[in-house]
C-alpha cells in the first residue's frame, strides 16, 4: 500500500485557470510534508515543507496546505512556466528519510 | 537555498563496467547525505543513505556490493554502479541536508545513466 498517493498523475490547464493537486497520505508520526518541482531530466527542487494540520505557505502563484490526511497544491492563474511535475514527499517519526508520491504531471497551455 | 552538484551529468558505459558518480554540497557540509534512483515516469526511490565516516545504509532490496558508497568527507559522497548492466540504467540522484534550521533536504541535478 502506498503511503503517499498524488491526484491527478497529469493535468493540463489553460493559462490563467486555477487548480489545485492533492497529496494523501497514510503515514502515522508525520513529521514533515514536502512539495518538489522537478523539470524534464533536471533533479527535484524545493518549494515547501508543511509540519503541521492547518499550517499554509505560499510562494507566487503556489500556495500549499496541510490537514491531518492530505496536502494541497493549489496554483493561481497558472502560467506556461509553471508545467512541470510536483512531488509531494513526507518524513515520519524520527526518520530524515523522504518517501515520495508518483507526482502530478502539470502541463499549462498558452 | 543551499547547493548539490552531480558529476557527471550522463554516462554511457558498456555491460559490466563500472561507473562512479561524485554528489557535492558545495555551500554546506553534510554528515547525511542520500542516494535515490528514479525511472522513467516513477517517482523517486531511496536507494542508500550515506554517513560520513562510517557505512552506508542501504534500502531493502538495494545490493550493497553492486551499489557501493563512499562518503569520504563532509562535502562529497561517491555511488559507484559495479558490473553495471542494462537494467541499472537510470536517472540516479542525490540530495544533502544543511541543518541549518533549514527545511529540507536539497537536491542534485541528476545523472543519466545509460548501459549498453
Same mark, same amino acid.
Given at each position: 500500500?502506498?503511503?503517499?498517493?498524488?491526484?491527478?498523475?497529469?493535468?493540463?490547464?489553460?493559462?490563467?485557470?486555477?487548480?489545485?493537486?492533492?497529496?494523501?497520505?497514510?503515514?502515522?508520526?508525520?513529521?514533515?510534508?514536502?512539495?518538489?518541482?522537478?523539470?524534464?531530466?533536471?533533479?527535484?527542487?524545493? !518549494?515547501?515543507?508543511?509540519?503541521?494540520? #492547518?499550517? $499554509? &505557505?505560499?510562494?507566487?502563484?503556489?500556495?500549499?496546505? /496541510? @490537514?491531518?490526511?492530505?496536502?494541497?497544491?493549489?496554483?493561481?492563474?497558472?502560467?506556461?512556466?509553471?508545467?512541470?511535475?510536483? !512531488?509531494?514527499?513526507?518524513?515520519?517519526? #524520527?526518520? $530524515? &528519510?523522504?518517501?515520495?508520491?508518483?507526482?502530478?504531471? /502539470? @502541463?499549462?497551455?498558452? | 537555498?543551499?547547493?548539490?552538484?552531480?558529476?557527471?551529468?550522463?554516462?554511457?558505459?558498456?555491460?559490466?563496467?563500472?561507473?562512479?558518480?561524485?554528489?557535492?554540497?558545495?555551500?554546506?557540509?553534510?554528515?547525511?547525505?542520500?542516494?535515490?534512483?528514479?525511472?522513467?515516469?516513477?517517482?523517486?526511490?531511496?536507494?542508500?543513505?550515506?554517513?560520513?565516516?562510517?557505512?552506508?545504509?542501504?534500502?531493502?532490496?538495494?545490493?550493497?556490493?553492486?551499489?557501493?558508497?563512499?562518503?569520504?568527507?563532509?562535502?562529497?559522497?561517491?555511488?559507484?554502479?559495479?558490473?553495471?548492466?542494462?537494467?541499472?540504467?537510470?536517472?540516479?540522484?542525490?540530495?544533502?541536508?544543511?541543518?541549518?534550521?533549514?527545511?529540507?533536504?536539497?537536491?542534485?541535478?541528476?545523472?543519466?545513466?545509460?548501459?549498453?
Amino acid at each position: 500500500e502506498d503511503q503517499v498517493t498524488q491526484s491527478p498523475e497529469a493535468l493540463r490547464l489553460q493559462e490563467g485557470e486555477s487548480s489545485s493537486l492533492n497529496c494523501s497520505y497514510t503515514v502515522s508520526g508525520l513529521r514533515g510534508l514536502f512539495w518538489y518541482r522537478q523539470d524534464p531530466g533536471k533533479g527535484p527542487e524545493f !518549494l515547501f515543507t508543511l509540519y503541521s494540520a #492547518g499550517e $499554509e &505557505k505560499e510562494k507566487e502563484r503556489l500556495k500549499a496546505t /496541510l @490537514t491531518k490526511k492530505e496536502s494541497f497544491l493549489h496554483i493561481t492563474a497558472p502560467k506556461p512556466e509553471d508545467s512541470a511535475t510536483y !512531488l509531494c514527499a513526507v518524513t515520519q517519526g #524520527g526518520s $530524515e &528519510k523522504l518517501v515520495f508520491g508518483k507526482g502530478t504531471k /502539470l @502541463t499549462v497551455n498558452p | 537555498g543551499a547547493v548539490v552538484s552531480q558529476h557527471p551529468s550522463r554516462v554511457i558505459c558498456k555491460s559490466g563496467t563500472s561507473v562512479k558518480i561524485e554528489c557535492r554540497s558545495l555551500d554546506f557540509q553534510a554528515t547525511t547525505m542520500f542516494w535515490y534512483r528514479q525511472f522513467p515516469k516513477q517517482s523517486l526511490m531511496l536507494m542508500a543513505t550515506s554517513n560520513e565516516g562510517s557505512k552506508a545504509t542501504y534500502e531493502q532490496g538495494v545490493e550493497k556490493d553492486k551499489f557501493l558508497i563512499n562518503h569520504a568527507s563532509l562535502t562529497l559522497s561517491t555511488l559507484t554502479v559495479t558490473s553495471a548492466h542494462p537494467e541499472d540504467s537510470s536517472f540516479y540522484i542525490c540530495s544533502a541536508d544543511p541543518r541549518r534550521g533549514g527545511e529540507t533536504q536539497y537536491f542534485g541535478p541528476g545523472t543519466r545513466l545509460l548501459v549498453l
